[in-house]
Structure formats: structure tokens, C-alpha cells
């Protein structure tokens, strides 16, 4: 099996494992955040942020299985998720890594997954799109 070929979804296998691993870690992450703004309502914005990412993320991924056939929309898409990710990480890194509980450890491990797959989707998807382009034009 070619791993640089689009199968029945316009995914290659890759995309399509990493799209798996970014929606349950979106879903891990949206379930432990929900339970710790249901125990303490008072929480900070970034928490509020990291909540939002996540709802949105496991939302929208359930479309990107489908605008796979599309691989100029699946780039910006995961060029856009990466970024709202990678602040969701340092929001993560800011308010849990001096705590001694293990669902926050969780929510770290889990939001830093998410954004490494968002980040090998924007590479991948870069070297399937354009990386074998080459331009035969004399001008």
C-alpha cells in the first residue's frame, strides 16, 4: 500500500490516522475541560479558549474526512487548526504545568498531540499538494 496515495475519502493513510488521532485527542481534551468547568465555574479565559478549540475541532474534523478530495481546502484547514492548536498548547503549558493533578497533566498530553498531528498534516499535505510540482516552463 502506497502511503502517498488518496484513498476512498481523497485521504492518504497518514491524513487519515492523524485526522483520527486529532479527533480523540480534541475529544479527550473537550471532556476533561467540560469537567473542570463544571466543578469550578470560575475558571480563567484560557481555559474557556482551550474549550472552545476543542468543541470546534471535533466538529469540523468530522468534515475534514470528507473534503479530503480537496487537498488545497485540507491545507488551509489544518494551517488554520494548527495555529489555534499551538496557542491552545502554550495556554495548556501556562495554567497546568506546576499542577499535581493528572487530569491536567492529560489535558497537556493530549492538546500537544493534537497540534504534532495538525502540524505533520500541513507538511504532508505541503509535499503531496506541491512538493512534486515541478514546472516545466521556460518563462
Known sequence: MELARRGRYGLTPLLFFSNMLIWIS?????GILSYFISV??????????EEVISVLTVVFFLLAFFIGAYPDYLLIFNLVF??????????????????????AKTVEAFSFIAFFCL?????HEWHIGY??????SRV
Open 82 to 103: 494548527s495555529y489555534l492548536w499551538i496557542v491552545a498548547v502554550a495556554f495548556t503549558t501556562d495554567d497546568f504545568t506546576h499542577s499535581n493533578s493528572a487530569l
Open 119 to 123: 502540524l505533520f498534516n500541513v507538511v
Open 40 to 49: 469550578n465555574n470560575n475558571q480563567g479565559s484560557h481555559i474557556i479558549y
Open 131 to 136: 512538493g512534486g510540482v515541478r514546472s516545466t
Open 26 to 30: 480534541a475529544v479527550i481534551v473537550m
